[in-house]
């Protein structure tokens, strides 16, 4: 391991919750060599969200380029050889992507926590780390190289257009964000009931004062989940921002929010590193390894009931880090869960103070 790395990659390609949580670890590398080159090999989507970010050199691939995207790439940085090589991306693709950079140490995850064969690309795993949160994994990267000062720290910068973006949405109302689906995947069954952020959003509206914001994609999924939450509550409680935001602008309204609701989910980690207060709703993932971190005493957590209910065992008896890959297990998330954390989450933060990126949380 170089003691002076003069120029680290980073691997991480997706997801949008995952390079939120992944942030902190490059701050705390910036910190204890502020005169190293860090090049970031992203995903489109998530660079589209991470632009700008200070001293960070971003090389973006996008997934549906394949085989030939990845020779594109290579060609770009042949002649770029790295110090160190943060493979952080658990996948096939990742690992046939970092068969092309110039890297003397290929760091990755230990064989307890790596996926998809990651050890055969790596020449040094991390120490092994039972239990970790992903942003801890993330930050184990870090600490490997020899890293202490491991305080949290994001600074994702938000462009002028990106706020008015949102100061147009917003118009000056007390927002409560919702963004109700988690990411369409096969078996991915995260989602609460239309039904249940209906009854929330009111609740908000009437007890609190605050507009519900709607946000999300455009996917067919999303759109009959908004318009089945629609057609619960009254018109003036809601405004649908369904594909209609930039994920700059959507960081801005975040950034702006009373508060956000969301499942497992990248709203849920970008509410995190803008500290604006975030309820998750948790059942189907464990919150102990995927929950807003700076928030996850917060969460509406029935996971341990879903692990009883669907899997017939208690948490500690299975793989960390299982999913209850069932259909009905959100519907143990109750509507008087969710509510009581949202009034006392709204009461715990009233006199809530945005962080100005400097120092915010130990990990």
Sequence with gaps: MPAQPAHICVLRLSALGDVCNLVPTVRALQRHWPDARITWIIGRAEHSLLAGLSGVEFMVYDKSTGLAGMRRLWRELRDTPF????HMQQSIRASMLSLGLKARVRMGYDRARAKDWQTWFTNRQLTPHPHAHVLESFMDFAREMG????RLEWDIPLPDAARE???????????????PCASPRLRNFRNWSAEGYAAVIEHAWRHHGLTTFLTGGTSAQ?????ERIAAGVSEASLVNLLGRTSLKGLLAIIDQARMVIAPDSGPVHMAN???????GLFATTN???AAPWCWREHVVNRYPDAVATYLHKSPDEIVWGTRVRHEDAMSLITFDDVINRLDELLALTADHTRA????RHDV
């Design 83 to 86: 110090d160190v090589l943060l």
């Design 147 to 150: 890293v202490s000062d491991d």
């Design 165 to 179: 973006e949102a100061r147009q949405l917003l118009e000056g109302r007390p927002a409560l964000v919702i963004s």
């Design 222 to 226: 999303e759109r009959e989940m908004c």
């Design 273 to 279: 590193a803008m500290n604006t207060p975030v309820l």
């Design 287 to 289: 919150p102990e390894r």
């Design 356 to 359: 100005t990126g400097s120092e």
